[in-house]
């Protein structure tokens, strides 16, 4: 990104009054957690993520799968919400009509201010009973600093759940799995009635949630792409913004409602 951004992107912002933002992994890149298509690193430097983020690999290694996991949930702990995060959260501020939908399981949308941000794929901090969604679960608090060692990494045994002593397995949504109805069709909904959707570092590979930029820019919405790389979105984004997160999104909400206020 070159620093300037296009006048259009900014005015397509300020004037847009239903707003979806759909993210994707990069939007956390820059504060420290890794995404998803990054080499994994010690432990599981030699597993592919979407091979362990799977029922199958959890049942095959229980303690190996939850030790990744809670890996992942001490490093976004440990994690601040980053600029990009922060001007989403103003987006929603600025544009009541406007809908937060991610792929992450991480928490960063809600501790930078997002409201009720959409999670298509789960959370971290959402741990369940592998055998009754309604049974309770908790965490026990991993001791600090040890799953959470970047070179290391640890093999942890799941939680068994305190009403039927069945694992405790993560909150999230692994390949093969549905996606929860009721985060689908209210992403769906917005998609479908937004007049501008911003998509913010996807690489866009994972479905259903990918189809989510499609719907709208089928259903007539202007797709604005914010990405230092080209995704298969390119061809339905009316413009690439390519550059990192927290850099463009800010100077995108400054440049959209300066704009508006002089005008
Ligand atoms: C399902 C939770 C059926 C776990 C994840 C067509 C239709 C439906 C399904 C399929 C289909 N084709 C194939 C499938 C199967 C599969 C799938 O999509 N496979 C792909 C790989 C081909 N889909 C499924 O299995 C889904 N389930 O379809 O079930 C069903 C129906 C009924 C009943 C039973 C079954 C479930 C998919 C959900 C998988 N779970 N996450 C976990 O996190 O451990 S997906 C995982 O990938 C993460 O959630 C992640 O968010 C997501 C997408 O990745 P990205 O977010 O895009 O991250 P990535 O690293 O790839 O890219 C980062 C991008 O950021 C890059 O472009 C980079 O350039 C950019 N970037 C980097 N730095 C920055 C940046 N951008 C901006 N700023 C920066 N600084």
């Known amino acids: 990104m070159d620093g300037v951004l296009p006048r259009r992107a900014a005015q397509l912002l300020g004037d847009a009054r239903r707003v979806v933002i759909f993210t994707g992994a990069g939007i956390s890149a820059e504060s420290g957690v890794p995404t998803f298509r990054d080499d994994l ?18 049942h095959a290694d229980p303690d190996l799968v939850w030790g990744w996991y809670e890996w992942r949930r001490t490093r976004v702990s440990r994690a601040e919400p980053n600029p990009g995060h922060l001007a989403i959260a103003t987006i929603q501020t600025r544009v009541p009509g406007s809908t937060v939908v991610t792929q992450n399981v991480d928490d960063l949308h809600e501790r930078a201010g997002t409201r009720a941000a959409i ?29 959470a060692q970047p070179h290391e990494g640890r093999r942890i045994p799941p939680p068994r759940c305190a009403s039927c002593s069945a694992l405790i397995r993560p909150g999230v949504v692994w390949f093969g799995e549905a996606l929860p109805e ?35 820019a089928r259903s007539g919405a202007t797709v604005i792409q914010i990405n230092p790389q080209p995704t298969p979105l390119d061809q339905v984004s009316a413009i690439n913004l390519r550059g990192n997160a927290a850099q463009v999104l800010p100077a995108l909400v400054a440049d959209a409602w300066e704009q508006t206020d002089e005008r």
């Open 182 to 216: 009721a985060a689908l069709t209210a992403a769906v909904e917005a998609a479908a009635a937004c007049d501008l959707l911003l998509t913010v570092g996807t690489s866009a590979v994972v479905y259903p949630a990918a189809e989510i930029p499609r719907i709208a």
């Open 119 to 147: 999670h298509l794929h789960g959370s971290l901090f959402a741990p369940r009973c592998i055998a009754a969604a309604a049974h309770p679960a908790t965490f026990e608090d991993t001791p600090d600093g040890e799953a």
């Open 41 to 58: 690193t010690g432990l599981w430097a030699r597993f592919d993520a979407q091979r362990l983020a799977t029922a199958e690999a959890f």
